[in-house]
């Protein structure tokens, strides 16, 4: 199949309501924030046998390629407002793979209202990476930064914590002792991740520093600590656990080191920030998404993991890297 | 060395000048068009082995990946603002490289009037994946389609065509026939092709139709015929030649069919581009660049490659595919 026929049939229905993408058929597109808004832009590479596995369904790989994206818009305050989208496909590639792949897109695109407005495709051996650039609008100076986290501010994060690494993380013996029903929960996780961008507006003026936890918690947390130039302190028992988590986790001999991995793990995509003690349960009124209190900002640098007692829990890894 | 540090010591001074940039220390940057303006995007994926090979130097690797993108910006109308770069690395590529990599990107956005915006920053066996994003300005509704060219335009092409191509396509017997300058010339148009930047303001309201020659002279012109609804009819004699061009269609026994490899070889970076008669002449005014008038726009589709006796000459391949 000719690569410019799928472009058209293909790729160009994905730039549906946005006019300055010219249905793909130029080389270069156009657009603008609306008044008063600037653009929020993000990146994230997705590279096949690292970030995903050769058998993860394409559909599901496409979807988190927008989802990690427009976990970082949400996680920054802004709206979605276009995406662009640069592949290289394994070479031989059949197209009902590359349809499937579209069709993750289509699903996505439509449910968090973000469209296609350019990009570049090409094949290679033996590759297969997508390059996603997020843009987001937000009112011109609203973005939510690393950087404004201050002593006094209390630490907070979205939803659950642990069950996507666990889904790479998880041993067999453990696979073998766990219900299909929670295994699945953590697969779920990994492979289609849950932007909170209903919590983008939420965020704005409430949040100090905001991140979205893609490396691990306890990593993303050092982000926030060193740009801001203060100490997190977090307790671990406080990091909110799904069903499958609490499950996991009372298999572990040493629970402490349990919750370590997951602090550790990565590929969350709940969005954890810092406030004022009442902006949590702000956030969580005004997005419906489930906020937890799990610790407090101090003076001083770096992330410490406390036990019950209050004791800094030792970490063989902060997170999660590809370096 | 720590990606992070690369990133902070490396990368970060590259966004100097882009505020909304925040140092790369942050999981988003900001930007906005100036007033009056709009933002015109274009993607360009060069993959190591495919785009550029595994020895081309890294300084001009990046180099070119800037110069690919801001060429097409160059050729829509639009001024250099800020781009976008994601890289897989190849695992275990020694910081010496990157750093090297890095030099050819300081180098030429100083050169090119532009500034890191952000991006994302991976390893990966085996694979060398540069993936830039280029945001240029242009005052609003002044985009340089593909589409506007009209019958009665007459069809530019700026500089000269064919050495890029020369360089991958040349034989070993030709190659040493040639004089070594000659040669010198078909890799420095290959590895570090001229962006046509100093064009962008002059062809706006002044071309039709335009972009910039990658795939092949004829390619191009057929993408702006099928956009446009058009026929180009190109004169293959007129069609602009440097003198290694000139050197090597000496050296070929059917000289139509060497005007037809160098029209269809791909890689030229110059804008080709349809407007009145008058256009070529005020863009080569105004711009500085040369410019030669090598064809014309007619009702009809497709494009026409015709030798001086006005007679169409055969084409193998219409220009250079990934696919």
């Known amino acids: 199949v000719d690569e410019f026929a ?6 160009a229905p994905l730039s549906r309501g946005l006019p300055g993408a010219r249905m793909l058929t130029d080389d270069a597109a156009t657009i603008a924030p609306p008044d008063g808004h600037e653009l929020v832009v993000t990146a994230d590479v997705l590279v096949g046998g690292v970030h995903f596995r050769q058998d993860d369904p394409l559909d599901l790989v496409a979807g988190k390629a927008l989802r990690v994206n427009l976990s970082d818009l949400a996680a920054k305050g802004a709206e979605p407002l276009a995406y662009l989208l640069s592949i290289v ?16 897109l289509a699903r996505d695109q439509a449910r968090f209202g973000i469209a296609l407005l350019g990009g570049d495709t090409t094949a290679a051996a033996d590759h297969f990476v997508v390059s996603v ?6 009112p011109t ?9 201050r002593p006094g501010d209390l630490v907070f994060v979205t939803g659950e914590i642990g069950d996507a690494g666990l889904e790479i993380a998880a041993s067999a013996d453990e696979r073998h002792i ?7 929960m953590m697969a779920s996780r990994y492979l289609t991740p849950e932007p909170r961008t209903a919590c983008a507006q939420a965020l704005r003026g409430r949040a100090t520093a905001a991140l979205d936890v893609s490396d691990g918690l306890v990593a993303d947390a050092g982000h926030i600590a060193e740009t801001s130039g203060v ?30 991995t997951l602090a550790t793990g990565g590929d969350d995509y709940e969005i954890l920030f810092c406030g004022p003690p009442d902006a949590g349960e702000a956030v969580a009124r005004e997005s419906g998404v489930s906020v937890t209190a799990i610790g407090r900002v101090e003076a001083g640098e770096g992330v410490v993991l406390l036990n019950k007692a209050g004791v800094e829990i030792p970490l063989v890894k902060r997170g999660y890297t590809h370096f």
């Open 178 to 184: 766990l219900p299909p029903a929670l295994l699945g």
């Open 231 to 260: 100490r997190l302190a977090i307790e671990a028992e406080k990091i909110p656990l799904s069903h499958a988590g609490r499950a996991w986790l009372s298999l572990q001999g040493d629970r402490n080191a349990g919750l370590a």
């Open 89 to 104: 496909w394994p070479r031989g590639l059949p197209v009902e793979a590359k349809s499937k792949f579209v069709d993750g």
């Open 6 to 11: 799928f472009i058209r049939e293909r790729l």
């Open 141 to 149: 100076g609203s973005f939510v930064p690393r950087s404004g986290a």
């Open 133 to 138: 650039i997020a843009m987001g609008a937000a």
